[in-house]
């Protein structure tokens, strides 16, 4: 275990279980915004809200146990392997028939958004390494990158409520994905790898340490199953390329943005 400031504690737990208690609210008013009735959204987010609390809870104990960390600092095989278990499964659950039906429904776009407002607490990556933990190779683009999709989100889900921005919405989500990716591969490489390609002191192991290993076996999975979301349905829209289609669904969000707000 890392022997984190309470702080750090505080800092990494926030993300880690506002995002998907975030994405749980948002599920229950897509529900009511696509018509269900509100029996059917406090079931699914009652689901969707014990599920992300028994994975939080699960992984937190297996990181406690060091269940994703080796003696050599590296990171044991079951955390990338834990990684791509959630992200699969949360990918899969959108093919519930209750659950495609909400993230098809008016205003989902901007509920897909809103969770991501959590991620300007990377900057809880740059005090680990002020702290001396991280290397400023990763604690740099991950903090840096997570600072800045955090505080770009409420502006792009205001244009999205506003039934503009569509070009800007894609860009968002690509660079979303590009800034996580580029964090797990930077963090593989600097140590948790069975190949540390980027030699620097310190390395990344506190990444597989907790609290920090609740950020990528949970936060990151749900964050990057919310822009794959967007972009699928911003792509079944047209919404990318802002011609024909995409401009009549831009109709439809605006009027939509009531709901939105009411539910």
Known sequence: MYDAPIYIWVLALIPVVGIPGITSVM????????GLKRRTASTVLAVAAAVFAAWIVTTGLLGAAGFYHQPSGQAAPWFGATFAVALLALLAATRIPTVARILTGPGSLVRLTVPHTLRVLGVTFLLVMAAGQLPAVFALPAGLGDIAVGLAAPFVALRLMRGTGRRRAVWFNVLGIVDLVVALTIGFLAGLGPWQVIDV???????????????????????????????????????????????????????????????
């Open 27 to 34: 599920l229950y008013r897509g529900a009511l915004a696509a």
């Open 201 to 263: 002191t310190p390395t990344t192991e506190a990444l597989a340490l907790v609290p920090l290993v609740l950020i990528p076996t949970v936060a990151v999975p749900v964050a990057i199953s919310l822009h794959i979301v967007s972009l699928i349905k911003l792509r079944a829209d047209g919404l990318d390329t802002g011609q024909g289609p995409g401009q009549t669904a831009a109709a439809r969000q605006q009027s939509t943005m009531s709901d939105v707000l009411s539910n």
